[in-house]
């Protein structure tokens, strides 16, 4: 056992670190830093400058264009990231379009659309659930019939988080009407600007769009558009989501959250009535404490043999009722003043009009913790989560 | 001791029930939130079922009331997500006028309000103080010619974006941040510069900024201000948690409406029993809290000093209760529990503010520790 990073990890970690320093745009750290969703003009300039430094994905195999980064410097990388107050770009194409495609993609599919997520040129989104096929996945309507060389979709798809800025959707459809449920499925690249698409804004509970959902009226797919092998997909997908194992326990925006817990409740000390500071002491150091635990099972994860975690589930569970609770921390540590609601319209231009925030660090922090009910149910419910474990790690 | 409702108590809640679901459902509310506001008609309505003046004496147009009544009344309120000031322009502002000795002023503005004529809000707030009534950021001073004016802000005043009338806690003149005196001002065109804005549950606030701006010292009685401030916060206090459970009953209704109703799987949800143990739990969180609705109550007949224990109690309890039921309705909903067009995520920001309204969880735990001290009890 050896718990030092290696020469290579650490001259790589500080050249992540120079580069955010010297590249990273002010207002974007800020806006980040406040909690704010990261607006699409921002991620698409963000990634752009990632992918003049090869960094949209530098944990992909050097092959297909990244750099092959190790588990633990991906670790690295993403600690950086959140140190510096940097927004990490959106997982789509980053962690599921481009392994789906690198993996059980065409040499032609990969040429075609693995450079301009690495370019940050082209978006991706991830059309799995339906409106009655949400935990249930496995139940989903939406059908593509094969039709000469092409696909012919039919159907709709819901909570597609932002379809509406997407260049892209990697699409979950029913190939085969025989078969059920998991049999039968295929993995389709559908253009997002193909006729017979529309996409209606879903707004959340933060006030804000950033779900959808996705009509398919006779939306034709060419047949080279399918990813691998017909009524093959929901093995594909299985693999896909599970490879993206640690990132799911979301280290880095729980370390951010704790240091502006912190940071405000070193500001607001001297104003609180002492029972109320310790209370929050109290409740910091319990976090504090719980996202070191999170910390080491992730490096365990990703550097010793440690399948008995049951992995991806056990990190997720932790990960997203810790991220509910830290963001949850911040608003009472705010007060009253984490109460108004906030527009993001405009913002930061007319951040001299401050929407009734007394506290600089009050704008953002509701609508984080609004959004962040979100974290135990999309991408497996916490509930369902639960049952693989159990399922998993003891057969039940 | 007997805590069942009378005959006429059950009338009050059935009617106001009845009222609240024909005139308030939820895609009128979402309308409402467009063009919110308190003069309208639904206000003037409120005051037409007589819920306005129902705490008054019966010579300043009430019906002698009490806190069970205003208490079956915003369960009621909080069941349909009300977006009218009724706790603090009532409950509160009523409080505050009717614990100072009767003037001409006083009763009529008693009367205006239990009438629906005029709309007070109530000033207390300020940034960056947290609950305190008067930190400093709104003071008293005098005229040469011995009239009173304030200067300074507040903030997140309910309602005070249309009143009339704001009744401001600020500190008086010659006193020291601490010092707590209550102010009446009038709201006319230049008396004060006012922001409107809303907060995550679609209510209204403003914020108030003063500047030499005249008004009149509601001091006089042999209570201090900060005596009947605290008195009146305690009473606001246990309507706003009867609110709270009035929230924490419809999102439990419309989780088990879901849970029969959604599939997957090929069963309905209710069917898992993970999610029949959740529903369960929701269900005694939101009796537990109902009981502290009775302490609460309780409570307001007491000496301050174990009112504000009692209160606070009731405030911890409830507001836990409220934000673990929400969380849990959103949860069980899946997807749909994020949107803006589904009821059960606002009732969770209700619940959130309400958590955070008249003293949070933190204020509240202090408070009663205060008033627990760590020695052994003796029994009397
Ligand atoms: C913010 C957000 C973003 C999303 N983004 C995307 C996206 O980009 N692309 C995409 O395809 N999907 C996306 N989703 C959808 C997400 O994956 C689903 O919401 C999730 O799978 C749950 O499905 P559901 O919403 O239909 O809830 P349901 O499956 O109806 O679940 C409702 C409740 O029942 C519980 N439950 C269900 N089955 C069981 C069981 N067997 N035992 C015990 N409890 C159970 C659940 O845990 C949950 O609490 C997103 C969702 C959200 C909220």
């Known amino acids: ?396 | 001791m007997n805590l069942s409702l009378t005959e006429e108590q059950l009338l009050l809640r059935d009617s106001a029930r009845r009222f609240l679901r024909e005139q308030y459902s939820f895609d009128v509310r979402r309308q409402r939130l467009g063009d919110r506001g308190m003069g309208g008609e639904l206000w003037t309505q409120f005051a037409n079922m007589g819920w306005l003046a129902m705490s008054l004496d019966e010579e300043l147009g009430g019906s002698g009331a009490g806190p069970v009544e205003i208490a079956l009344l915003c369960e009621e309120l909080g069941r349909v997500l009300a977006l009218e000031p009724f706790v603090d322009s009532i409950v509160l502002a009523g409080s505050l006028l009717q614990a100072m000795p009767s003037t001409q002023l006083r009763d009529d503005l008693l009367r205006g309000l239990g009438a629906g004529e005029i709309v007070i809000a109530v000033a207390v707030l300020e940034p960056g103080a947290r609950y305190a009534g008067a930190a400093g950021g709104v003071v008293a001073g005098l005229t040469s010619e011995g009239c009173t004016e304030l200067t300074g802000r507040k903030i997140l005043v309910r309602g005070g974006g249309e009143a009339d009338m704001v009744i401001v806690a600020a500190v008086p003149p010659e006193g020291n941040p601490g010092d707590l005196g209550l102010y009446l001002v009038t709201m006319h065109g230049d008396s004060c510069a006012r922001r409107t804005y809303s907060t995550v549950d679609g209510c209204e606030v403003a914020d108030l900024s003063f500047d030499r701006t005249a008004a009149v010292d509601l001091a006089g009685g042999p209570m201090s201000a900060a005596a009947i401030l605290d008195e009146a916060l305690d009473r606001a206090t246990v309507a706003l948690c009867a609110e709270a459970v009035g929230c924490m009953e419809a999102v439990i209704e419309l989780t088990a409406v879901h849970l029969r109703t959604r599939k997957q799987f090929g069963k309905t949800l209710g069917s898992f029993q993970a999610l029949q143990h959740r529903m369960a739990e929701m269900h005694v969180e939101c009796e537990y809290a109902r009981a502290m609705i009775y302490k609460g109550l309780q409570s307001l007949t007491l000496p301050a000093d174990e009112r504000q224990k009692g209160v606070s109690a009731a405030k911890i309890r409830v507001c836990q209760a409220g934000l673990e039921v929400g969380a849990q309705g959103i949860q069980l909903h899946g997807g749909i529990g994020m949107t803006e067009e589904y009821p059960v995520g606002h009732y969770y920001r209700r619940l959130l503010v309400i958590e955070k309204t008249y003293g949070d969880l933190a204020h509240h735990f202090g408070r009663f520790e205060a008033r627990s001290p760590l020695i052994e009890a003796q029994r009397q």
């Open chain 1, 1 to 396: 056992m050896d718990f030092s990073l290696s020469q290579d990890d650490c001259r790589f970690r500080d050249e992540v670190r120079e580069f955010l320093r010297a590249e990273l745009p002010a207002e974007l750290r800020e806006r980040h830093r406040q909690g704010f969703h990261i607006r699409d003009d921002d991620h698409r300039r963000w990634t752009q400058i990632l992918g003049r430094k090869g960094w949209v994905a530098p944990e992909w195999p050097r092959e297909h264009g990244g750099l092959g980064l190790t588990p633990i410097q991906r670790y690295l990388f993403d600690e950086e990231f959140g140190a510096a107050d940097a927004p990490t770009i959106l997982s789509f194409g980053r962690n599921l379009a481009g392994p789906l495609i690198y993996t059980f993609g065409t040499p032609e599919q990969r040429a075609r659309f693995l450079p301009p997520i690495l370019a940050g040129a082209e978006f991706w989104c991830q059309g799995f659930s339906e409106p009655n096929a949400g935990s249930d996945l496995a139940s989903l309507q939406t059908r593509a019939e094969p039709h000469g060389d092409a696909y012919v979709l039919n159907g709709g798809k819901i909570w597609t988080t932002e379809a509406h800025h997407a260049d892209f959707m990697f699409c979950l459809a029913r190939t085969s009407a025989e078969e059920k449920r998991q049999n039968g499925l295929s993995f389709l690249l559908v253009d997002m600007k193909s006729p017979g698409i529309t996409v209606r804004p879903i707004w959340s509970i933060d006030g804000e769009h950033h779900l959808n959902e996705v009509f398919f009226d006779d939306v034709v797919v060419p047949a080279d558009r399918r990813v691998g092998e017909e009524g093959q997909a929901w093995s594909y997908a299985k693999f896909v989501l599970t490879n993206e194992r640690t990132s799911a326990a979301g280290l880095d925006r729980m370390k951010a959250g704790l240091r502006r817990a912190r940071r405000l409740l070193v500001r607001l000390a001297p104003g609180l009535d002492p029972t109320a500071v310790t209370q929050f002491r109290r409740r910091l150091a319990q976090l504090e404490v719980d996202t070191i635990a999170l910390e080491w099972a992730v490096l365990r994860v990703l550097t010793a043999d440690a399948r008995e975690m049951a992995g991806a589930s056990a990190l997720k569970l932790r990960g997203s009722a810790l991220a509910q609770r830290v963001a949850e921390l911040v608003v009472d540590l705010l007060g009253p003043e984490a109460l108004p609601q906030f527009s993001d319209e405009g913002y930061p231009h007319n951040a001299d009009h401050n929407y009734g925030f007394a506290d600089p660090d009050a704008p953002g922090a509701m609508t984080t913790h609004l959004y962040r009910r979100a974290l135990t149910i999309a991408g497996g419910a916490y509930e369902v989560q639960r049952g693989i474990v159990a399922k998993q790690m003891f057969g039940l």
